[in-house]
């Protein structure tokens, strides 16, 4: 697995050794606390002359040091316009900085800008993005390459910041959220024959450590809660399901808890609606939903977030077995309501109507979000750089959209209406799963939308930002982990006491 950077803060200081990281804004201006660091602002005037840089954000340019000095490389970071930048531009440039590291040990960051004050919590995220750039899921591999780039060990990384204080105790909640994302991550890209429904929960059992009460339900239970819908999409896989709930009492209120439920399919073959052979092998991430919830409450617990948190997964594993459901098959949900099985790989719909059922029922909470790798639809309309987003209620809509823009997690709003609703009314039962190609996405929110009453709730369409995820500076790996820092950033700005 990678080599997570030791990072620690201090005051403006030239680095000992190993590599100097200067930031530049655009236009190619730095700060006087950047030239001294290296010697002075010759030095960086000739790279950004002889390179062409920019300042361009994320963008680096480097120049090796062979004059005996104690740095052996200094590498120019970009930042775009100084005064205008977010927090996932802040990761941005943490997770630039560190692909220039390369196989040194020992990093010193500089991070001044001219006529710019750089707070404590944007140092932190620099170093979040530095974290979640030296990720590498790579615990299969039994040979590794020795040419990789990588240093032999966990880098040593100064940051170098104007309120060391400030920044240390952002850290803090920024390394927590760090554990979020790695750990939504590492369950994407887990295999499905080492990750099913059971080892799934056991890694939710973890989180008691941080003082998160877990309560795992197995299919007795779920028998007993009437529980159709979910059962149906389980009963054609050896392995059993299971239904994770999760609390996180933060608030010093006994006010009613946010909730998050998460679609955790281990693995989709479609059931007997069995999907093409070629990219089957990527549905092993059909529970990036579910990652996504464990991964933010170990963020929330981590960080001790000033708020009461619910997270809920439902845990089955889709196979086409000679117990499996049927097209035309009829299930009754938790809820009393009927559902019509046209598709067998229209199963998270199934797995998620029980879940929110449960969590609206059990727990009454202010607001439910769900999160789910639901739809190819959602892909070809939003591609791999937005999330769809549904929702029954305006406001929260507007809170989502403001947190994934803030996070660099993007959201784009799809409509939901009666005439999408008439779609999935079945001549047999209450509803069907699907209604065919059109307006998929849609469909498949509204589908939900009938299982969670009055509750202001969204829906959370992942299926192209969760897995199989395009890379960029924070982020190399097949599983994103999106949906922990977007909703994290949601919680921060809107829900904490």
């Not at 046209?342 to 059990?362: C, F, Q, S």
Request: aromatic share 6%; with cysteine.
């Amino acid at each position: 697995m990678s080599k997570r950077p030791s990072i620690s803060f201090s005051d403006f200081k030239a680095p000992e050794k190993g590599v100097a990281i200067i930031l530049v804004a655009k236009g190619g201006s730095f700060a006087e606390e950047a030239a001294n660091a290296v010697g002075g602002a010759d030095k960086i005037k000739r790279i950004i002359e002889i390179s062409g840089f920019t300042g361009a954000l994320g963008k680096t340019a480097e120049a090796i040091e062979t004059n005996g000095n104690a740095i052996d490389k200094i590498v120019l970071v970009g930042v775009g316009e100084a005064g205008s930048l977010g927090n996932d531009a802040w990761i941005k440039i943490g997770g630039a900085a560190y692909a220039r590291i390369g196989k040194a040990e020992q990093a010193h960051v500089t991070l001044a800008l001219p006529e710019t004050t750089i707070a404590g919590d944007e140092a932190a995220d620099v170093a979040l993005g530095m974290i979640l750039r030296a990720y590498k899921f790579d615990r299969y591999k039994t040979r590794k390459k020795d040419d990789s780039g990588e240093p032999k060990h966990a880098p040593k990384i100064t940051i170098a910041t104007a309120d060391i204080h400030a920044a240390k105790k952002a850290f803090e909640a920024a390394e927590a959220v760090a554990e979020g994302v790695i750990l939504a991550r590492n369950l994407v890209n887990e295999p499905a024959n080492v990750l099913g429904p059971v080892e799934f929960a056991e890694e939710a059992e973890k989180l008691t450590r941080l003082g998160v009460k877990v309560e795992v339900l197995g299919e007795k239970e779920m028998k007993k809660l009437g529980m159709g819908a979910l059962l149906g999409v389980a009963q054609g896989s050896v392995r059993p399901p299971r239904l994770v709930v999760m609390e996180w009492q933060g608030a010093k209120s006994k006010e009613k808890p946010i909730a998050f439920v998460g679609k955790g399919v281990v693995f989709d073959t479609g059931g007997i609606s069995i999907k093409p052979a070629l990219g089957m092998e990527e549905m092993k991430g059909d529970m990036g939903g579910a990652a996504a919830v464990i991964g933010l409450i170990c963020a929330l617990a981590g960080r001790k977030a000033k708020v009461n948190a619910i997270g809920v997964v439902g845990l089955v594993e889709n196979m086409p077995d000679g117990n499996a459901q049927r097209p035309g098959d009829i299930v009754t949900s938790m809820s009393g309501q009927t559902i019509e099985v046209i598709n067998t790989d229209a199963e998270g719909r199934l797995v998620l109507a029980d879940a929110l059922h449960y969590t609206n029922t059990r727990f009454e909470p202010r607001i439910m979000i769900n999160l789910a790798t639901l739809t190819g639809a959602c892909m070809v309309a939003l591609g791999h750089y937005h999330a769809g987003l549904f929702s029954n209620d305006d406001e929260l809509a507007d809170q989502l959209y403001d947190a994934g823009q803030s996070s660099g997690e993007k959201l784009w709003r799809l409509p939901l209406g009666e005439e999408y609703d008439k779609m999935i009314d079945s001549k047999f039962a209450d509803m069907k799963n699907s209604s065919g190609r059109y307006g998929g996405a849609i469909t498949a929110a509204q589908f939900l939308k009938r299982f969670v009453g009055d509750t202001p709730w969204a829906h959370l369409d992942v299926a192209g930002t969760a897995m199989d995820s395009r890379e960029n500076e924070y982020n190399q790996s097949w599983g994103s982990g999106f949906g922990v820092r977007l909703l994290d950033r949601l919680v921060r700005d809107q829900y904490e006491s």
